[in-house]
């Protein structure tokens, strides 16, 4: 999954100044399940950016567990995976267990034709309540169009504390290197004996967290752009997998960040293509021909003394291909003549000239 990380990471913010978060979890979660419903070339492209699909399936549901804690300050893992659906499609008996088996999946009714708004607020306050109200509105105004009849999301929420909280009125204002030149910002401090490593031209430090979780910073000797670029799937789990225990002194600032992404020219820049086209096949999610319309992610990561909770969302939203025609507009603003009868003998029971209905 380390590949992938990579290679959305860059598509997603391709200017190495760019501060940027985000939830490979999340997305692979959501796209994952738009590959198991996907048919043919809609298939084949989702899971080049993937991997092997029985693997991820393996690594999500390994992941939305925690270690059980008796601690006070025991860790929160919360996952959802929704397939919202307006009622004038069928979701495939299939799917729906299959959703059900990862993460215990649901699928739900939404009015997306009748009701856009109505829809897009049932799907804000699932994510919002899953996130603990830190994503509020995922979907935007105006993201539910005339096509969308559908939506799959995931929802994602942690919260652990660190092992070794940093020092208790240790954090003070200190300069911190940026393109524009030197800022002060909070800077906590921790002299603890935790997982490093100095390999490759970098330093990595493994800050454990309740649960089973770990925040591990990786500082660049150099610019971050051109060690970054350097990185692969391999070598990066190669510096995660490196530390071990040391005593360090680490100064790590106070932060949050913040990411809201439409990721789906990311997505056809990766060669994920034919699923958004009239060529895309999601005939193992429903008999109706769907494509996908947007890949909307946001995510947020705040990180403190005690500390890291984070949230993310992602929505596959998706369009029906075979839409009606539009309509004919008829607008009876001026007089006209309404008639009431008996359909089979045509017998008329009333008939009226209207020429001033005030």
Request: overall charge negative.
């Amino acid at each position: 999954m380390l590949d992938f990380t990579l290679s959305l990471h860059r598509a997603v913010a391709p200017d190495p100044g760019e501060q940027v978060c985000w939830s490979p979890f999340s997305v692979a979660s959501a796209l994952g399940l738009l590959a198991l419903g996907a048919r043919g070339p809609s298939q084949d492209e989702l899971t080049a950016v993937l991997g092997d699909l029985d693997a991820l399936t393996s690594a999500i549901a390994g992941a939305s567990r925690l270690a059980p804690s008796d601690d006070e300050d025991a860790p929160v893992l919360a996952v959802s995976n929704t397939l919202w659906a307006d009622d004038t499609i069928t979701i495939h008996r299939s799917f729906a267990e299959l959703l059900a088996g990862w993460s215990d999946g649901s699928v739900r009714s939404a009015p997306f034709r009748t009701e856009p708004e109505k829809a897009r607020d049932m799907i804000n306050e699932d994510v919002a309540e899953t996130t603990r109200q830190l994503i509020p509105e995922l979907l935007a105004p105006g993201t539910i169009r005339r096509d969308t009849v559908s939506s799959l999301v995931n929802a994602l929420y942690l919260k652990s504390a660190w092992r070794y909280p940093f020092e208790e009125g240790g954090t003070s204002e200190r300069p911190f290197t940026t393109a524009g030149g030197p800022v002060d910002v909070p800077m906590m401090m921790l002299n603890e004996r935790v997982g490093y490593a100095a390999r490759d031209g970098w330093q990595v430090v493994s800050l454990p967290g309740k649960g089973g979780v770990e925040a591990v910073v990786l500082l660049p000797d150099g610019e971050l752009a051109d060690a970054e670029a350097a990185l692969t799937g391999q070598s990066l789990g190669t510096l995660l997998d490196a530390p071990d225990p040391t005593q360090v002194q680490l100064s790590l600032p106070r932060m949050k960040v913040k990411t809201q992404a439409e990721l789906s020219d990311a997505l056809q820049a990766l060669g994920v293509r034919t699923v958004f086209t009239r060529e895309a096949d999601l005939g193992g999610i429903s008999p109706d021909w769907l494509a996908v319309q947007s890949v909307i992610h946001e995510s947020v990561l705040k990180v403190d003394e005690q500390g890291f909770e984070g949230a993310a969302a992602t929505a596959v939203m998706l369009r029906l291909m075979s839409l009606p025609p539009e309509p004919v507009v008829v607008t009876a603003d001026r007089p006209f003549l309404f008639v009431v009868r008996h359909k089979e003998t045509g017998v008329v029971y009333f008939v009226a000239r209207v020429t001033d209905p005030s």
